[in-house]
């Protein structure tokens, strides 16, 4: 597997990840995505969104504010709860989750550690000109709360029977004490959450649905199965909410840990803002006259621990003639970019051919173009960035009109006529 230094280094320098704010030295385990990694989580939004949107008939989408009324977390209990323990270190000052160290030594010097004390995660900040009490407000820590306090709008504009759910992807923020592993652990990052609303007493059967149709999802993506596993939180770990919870982990470099988290939330979410805002967010059923509080079932997946895991289940080494072959062998549904044009040459014929190419091709593909050095490492560059094709025009274009295409998992290549590209490129990245 690869390591998290060698990953690190190809995001820098492919473009993928880069520090954020590195030009003032970065800004503690923030990232901004480049050119090839901007794509990347696109693609991974919609195919999550294409799988549990447009794919179902009983899921519609929902874009809440980041900024709510500060009782909403109130109501979830954020404010009272969402916290970890802390320790400082007498010595170097760090500090570090209580949790994940051992003992009251310091893992940074060896110093003493504090007694442990609660921290709040979430970050608070002031509504309005003046910064008082009255003004706080809290960025979310998470999009579930923004489906909740809108269930009976949602219910209400598109009349849906239960069960239905309702998906939303967008960024959380967390005051993490020990951010880290990359892109891992971060203070903001972007989630892909479902409530999906069920009646209470076939709850159970649709959390273990959702977890099986949550693994295969990425399963179908590519994830290699020996690298997945379903862990079922125990008693004393789960949320206080919870009925039932089941992590899907991956094996990252730096050990297993949670992908996604697929939670039974019974009636407590719906409940506690009823509660709270006055209003009932009951459901009626019109088959049994009945009226009801709806369970939730939640899977609430990471769009950047998934990206993080893709690139490294996708990387890959292979000797070649000049030495190692690096490939990113990612899903083309994922791929940044899915065909890249690379003129043989530089000469203006082939150059002005090639652009002719490259321009029908755009409207219709996530494409690059490159004719900086040799054929072979133009080959390689875009197999380190995990384009599945590459069409190469040469000299014979300008006298057959026709292109070749390189496969680049198998390196495969094939002869094409100009007027068939498009179809027969469509062809393979669907095949």
């Known amino acids: 597997m690869v390591s998290m230094d060698t990953l690190v280094s190809l995001c820098k320098r492919r473009g993928f990840v880069f520090p954020s704010s590195e030009i003032y030295g970065g800004f503690g385990s923030t990232w901004d995505y480049g050119p090839l990694g901007v794509e990347l989580k696109r693609n991974i939004r919609e195919a999550w969104w294409q799988a549990n949107v447009y794919t179902r008939d009983d899921i519609v989408g929902l874009d809440a504010a980041i900024l709510m009324h500060p009782r909403t977390w109130e109501a979830s209990g954020h404010v009272q709860n969402f916290s970890d323990p802390m320790v400082d270190c007498k010595n170097c000052k760090m500090r570090f989750r209580a949790d994940h160290v051992e003992g009251t030594v310091c893992p940074n010097c060896g110093g003493e550690l504090t007694e442990a004390r609660m921290f709040n995660l979430m970050f608070k900040t002031f509504v309005g000109p003046v910064e008082e009490e009255a003004a706080v407000a809290y960025f979310r820590p998470e999009t579930a709360q923004g489906i909740f306090v809108n269930f009976k709008n949602v219910l209400n504009t598109t009349r849906r029977k239960l069960p239905f759910g309702i998906a939303q992807i967008g960024k959380s923020f967390r005051n993490e004490i020990t951010p880290g592993n990359f892109i891992f652990r971060t203070r ?57 919870a089941t992590d899907v982990e991956y094996q990252f470099p730096f050990g297993w840990s949670e992908l996604e988290g697929i939670a039974n939330r019974t009636d407590y979410d719906l409940k506690r803002h009823a509660e709270f805002s006055g209003q009932e967010l009951d459901y009626f059923d019109d088959e049994s006259g009945e009226r009801f509080v709806p369970y939730v079932i939640e899977p609430s997946a990471g769009v950047d621990r998934s990206l993080l895991a893709f690139l490294v289940d996708a ?65 390689r560059r875009q197999d380190e960035t995990g384009t599945p094709l590459c069409v190469t025009i040469d000299f014979e274009t300008l006298n057959d009109d026709a292109v070749t295409i390189r496969d680049r998992d198998s390196m495969q290549q094939v002869r094409v006529p100009v007027a068939e590209l498009r179809a027969r490129l469509a062809d393979l990245l669907t095949s």
């Open 188 to 244: 903001e990052f972007e989630q892909m959450e479902i409530e999906y609303f069920v009646k209470p007493g076939t709850d159970e059967e649709w959390y273990e649905r959702w977890v099986a149709q949550r693994l295969n999802w990425y399963l179908g993506l590519g994830l290699k199965r020996e690298n997945l596993r379903l862990r079922l939180h125990e008693d004393t770990e789960r949320a206080h909410y919870a009925a039932g």
């Open 315 to 379: 990387y890959d080494e292979e000797p070649d003639k000049e030495g190692t072959r690096v490939v990113l062998r990612l899903h083309k549904a994922l791929a940044p970019y899915k065909v890249a044009i690379l003129p043989l040459s530089r000469k203006e014929p082939l150059v002005l051919k090639a652009k002719e190419v490259w321009a029908a091709l755009r409207p219709h593909f996530a494409t690059s173009y490159d004719d900086a050095q040799s054929i072979g490492r133009r080959y």
